[in-house]
C-alpha cells in the first residue's frame, strides 16, 4: 500500500505549456505539503494545506496554484512553464502542523524543453 | 531568516565504523528537529525526529539535540554500505508550520 502517491512519475514537456501534478496519501493525515527539490538537491516548501485550508504559502510564482479538494488530496497546477521550474516535486503529509514528521511521495520529475 | 546548515560532504566512512553527522540551526526557538534520508532518485524517508535536549536512539540511531549549543547531530553505528545515501536534517521553529530543511550531507559507507 503506497502510502503518499503522486502522479505522474515524470513529466516532460514544452515551454510555455500548463501542467498538473496530483497527489494523494491514505494515511489518514489532516496536513499535505508540496516541495521543490533542485537540482542541488535544496528541499524547500511552497504550500501547506491543514483539512483543505491553505496555511503555507511561501514565496511562489503565482503560475504555481495548489488545490485540496478534500483532506486525503493535493493538487498542483503549473501556468506557463519555464525553464527554471525543472525539478522533483515532493509532495508530503503530517498527522497535524508544527511538529509531525513529514511522509514523503516518490516524487514527480518535471524537465522543461 | 531561519538557517540551517550542514557539511554537504561525502562523509566517507569504511563498514562498520560510527558516522557522525552534524547539523546546526540559527533560530533559537527551534523545538523539532528531524533526519531524514534520502537515496539518490528517490524521496526523503523519516530515519528519526527529536524534540528534548539530550540523545534518542532507535537501533543503530542515535540523535542528540543541544539546544544551548543550536546543533543536533546523527550518529549511525555499524555502518553499513546500504547507509550511503544524503542525510537531510530538518527544523521546525515553536509556533511555525515550516520546516526548514538543510541542504543534505552525503554519506558514502565503503566496505
Known sequence: ?113 | QKEVEQNSGPLSVPEGAIASLNCTYSDRGSQSFFWYRQYSGKSPELIMFIYSNGDKEDGRFTAQLNKASQYVSLLIRDSQPSDSATYLCAVIVQGSYIPTFGRGTSLIVHP
Open chain 1, 1 to 113: 500500500d503506497t502510502a503518499v502517491s503522486q502522479t505522474p512519475k515524470y513529466l516532460v514537456t514544452q515551454m510555455g505549456n500548463d501542467k498538473s501534478i496530483k497527489c494523494e496519501q491514505n494515511l489518514g493525515h489532516d496536513t499535505m505539503y508540496w516541495y521543490k527539490q533542485d537540482s542541488k538537491k535544496f528541499l524547500k516548501i511552497m504550500f501547506s494545506y491543514n483539512n483543505k485550508e491553505l496555511i503555507i504559502n511561501e514565496t511562489v510564482p503565482n503560475r504555481f496554484s495548489p488545490k485540496s479538494p478534500d483532506k486525503a488530496h493535493l493538487n498542483l497546477h503549473i501556468n506557463s512553464l519555464e525553464l527554471g521550474d525543472s525539478a522533483v516535486y515532493f509532495c508530503a503529509s503530517s498527522a497535524g502542523t508544527g511538529n509531525q514528521p513529514q511522509h514523503f511521495g516518490d516524487g514527480t520529475r518535471l524537465s522543461i524543453l
